[in-house]
């Protein structure tokens, strides 16, 4: 692409992590010049999805703001070791 916005950077992020690519998400994450939220929500997910709990507390303190989907993914037992 010519060029790229946080919409491109985060649909490719998620992608990475609905693949299970976590590795590859994270390269990427840290690649993007721009965040949105939704961005850090899906890193988040995809941390805890692969039982990256240290992982994805690090990434949710490191948030410059979180929202309620911040919040809840964090404490939603069906995306956490709970499973």
Sequence with gaps: ?????VVAWTAMIKAYVDEGA?????EL???TP???????NIMI???LRCNRICDAVD???????????SWTTMVQPK???FL
């Design 59 to 69: 990434l949710f303190e490191s948030m410059p703001r979180r929202n309620a989907v």
């Design 79 to 81: 995306t956490n070791l």
């Design 29 to 31: 994450f840290d690649r």
């Design 45 to 47: 997910k995809g941390y």
């Design 1 to 5: 692409m010519p060029e790229r916005n």
């Design 34 to 40: 721009q965040r949105n939220l939704h961005s850090w």
């Design 22 to 26: 976590i590795e590859d998400a994270a």
